[in-house]
């Protein structure tokens, strides 16, 4: 704990303090815009943004993280809660942090257990389709906000300020810092200021409501903003905690992989070396944090934290900077934050996630293996049709039967020498020399209970294209392990072919797999010999 601080040096304050204001500056707008998507108040985003990075700093260990609500996590929590509740009341926000806590614990727990590399079985092809299909759920959700209404029923007012708003954005994050560049502004300046254009926009659009009363026409806002920091809030639900325990485990599996794939590669770019266990106790630890001060769900911001190293950040005070900026903002006066329009609040949510939309997994995917391609798309639409839960499930479902696929056919090559050498080959990709009565297949894979018979028909159908093949030689150079059912299988195998009268031998046996076979009666067996490697086989049996 607080590993950073005993290693500070005075040289890191301002990098830390310029980064905290930025960022700070961020969350205002980011924070309340997600706490829409999550169907909370607008301040219970601000809530979400205080306790959570303290409490990262004190055990998360990346120094440019940037804990607090992001868009997907908003998605699921409104779509696990709204079931339940309806956005909105009391018992809602109880639920967003009950919610909150059994995720926090989750994490808590895997940290503790040391359990990270459980969230391994999300493949990048499927946390790709659940961005996607979350990304354009979300921004579905906000078209109506964003107008007013749904067409062709729309409120003009409104529609002119979320359209107009969300063009302005639009335009800056793909020209503004181009255009900052231009005018003599340093590239790193340029960047942050383009990323500050939502909070730019939201203040003006803010004062325009105020001059024009906008407010009064029907354009939606936030509405009056708790003043002052958020009180413990200890209230839970007593019968909600089994409805919720599925998908927080869900969350926080989700929330661990968001933060870990945006920390780990602004780590690399500092040489930095992330501890995934100490990752699931911080932010198991920003949860329970987050639920126990009324805020919801929160995870590691890619985009946020993208801006934190931009913006110098060297430690974890930049976050700490960041929240008692924003506790600063809610004890300071805050009325102006009730006159904050909603259509422009949605324009930033709707600018913010179709930013990450990225195609080109999919396109290097479908050109590399259809599989992957074919579970992405069905995780992205999944999310679209069934839901954020569902859409997961049936991505890790079809990655995992991918996998099982692959394993239970594994791949088998017939060996020949390469003439004049001891290196061999598949004879359908090198030109090599076979020996007559001699067959050496290669197996490319571990030999598990659900490819033994597969690894056996095989071998049938090599036996029978070579009906003269009087000694059989399977080079395990490949093969990993073998199970107890493959044991039996090569036992029966080798029983068979002694019947036809051909020998087995094993060649290329590793260390590992000859310490668990001498611990069988399947050597003593072997009709056949061991062989330490391929040529060794051939010149002993060629010609034999």
């Known amino acids: 704990m607080l590993h950073w601080l005993q290693h500070y040096r005075r040289a890191m304050l301002p990098g830390d303090i310029s980064a905290g204001i930025v960022v700070a500056m961020m969350m205002i707008p980011q924070g309340m815009a997600y706490a829409l998507v999550a169907g909370l108040p607008p301040v219970a985003g601000i809530y979400a943004s205080i306790v959570p990075p303290l409490l990262y700093a004190l055990f998360g260990t990346s120094s440019t993280q940037s804990v607090g609500p992001m868009a997907i996590i908003s998605l699921m929590t409104a779509s696990t809660l709204a079931p339940l509740a309806a956005p909105g009341s009391a018992l809602y926000g109880v639920l967003a942090a009950q919610l909150a806590l059994l995720s926090g614990a989750v994490l808590l727990a895997c940290g503790l257990l040391r359990i990270g590399f459980l969230a391994n079985f999300f493949s990048r092809p499927v946390m790709s389709g659940f961005t996607i299909g979350s990304a354009l759920l979300i921004a579905w959700g906000q078209l109506r906000p964003l107008v007013g209404g749904m067409p062709p029923e729309l409120h003009l007012p409104s529609a002119l300020l979320g359209l107009g708003a969300l063009a302005l954005l639009a335009w800056s994050r793909s020209y503004l810092a181009p255009v900052l560049r231009r005018a003599g502004m340093a590239p790193a300046a340029a960047d942050i200021g383009s990323k ?225 050498s001891e290196h061999f080959r598949n004879i359908d990709r090198y030109s090599t020399e076979t020996a007559p009565g001699l067959l050496m297949l290669r197996i490319d894979a571990g030999l598990f209970f659900g490819n033994v018979e597969a690894v056996n028909e095989r071998i049938e159908d090599e036996l029978a294209a070579h009906p003269a093949t009087r000694h059989l030689v399977l080079v395990l150079s490949a093969v990993n392990a073998i199970d107890t059912s493959a044991l039996f299988g090569l036992a029966e195998l080798n029983t068979s072919l002694k019947q036809r009268g051909v020998l087995l031998h094993l060649a290329e046996v590793k260390g590992p797999v000859m310490d668990r076979l001498k611990e069988s009666s399947l050597l003593q067996a072997l009709h056949g010999r061991l062989f330490l490697s391929a040529a060794k086989a051939w010149d002993d049996l060629v010609d034999s």
């Open 196 to 420: 500050l254009a939502p909070m730019l926009v939201v203040i003006g659009a803010t004062a325009l409501v105020a001059a024009l009363g906008l407010d009064a026409r029907g354009v939606a806002t936030t509405g009056a903003v708790p003043a002052g920091l958020p009180g413990l809030n200890l209230a839970t639900s007593s019968g909600h905690w089994q409805a919720l325990l599925q998908p927080a485990l869900l969350i926080g599996f989700m929330v661990f992989l968001i933060s870990m794939s945006g920390a780990q590669a602004l780590a690399l770019k500092r040489g930095e070396k992330l501890k995934s266990n100490r990752e699931l106790v911080g932010l198991g630890a920003a949860n329970i944090g987050s639920a126990l001060s009324g805020g919801f769900p929160v995870t590691g911001s890619m985009s946020r934290s993208a801006v934190n190293f931009s913006a110098g950040a060297n430690s974890q005070l930049a976050s700490i900077i960041t929240a008692a900026l924003l506790a600063l903002a809610l004890v300071a006066p805050s009325g102006w934050l009730a006159l904050l329009p909603l259509p422009v609040l949605a324009a930033t949510i709707i600018v913010a996630v179709l930013g990450m939309l990225d195609l080109s997994l999919l396109r290097t995917a479908w050109r590399y293996d259809r599989a992957d391609a074919a579970a992405l798309l069905a995780t992205a639409s999944g999310v679209l049709v069934l839901g954020v839960e569902a859409g997961v499930v049936v991505g890790v479902a079809l990655s995992m039967g991918a996998l099982i696929w692959r394993a239970s056919r594994p791949h088998i090559a017939v060996l020949g020498r390469i003439p004049g």
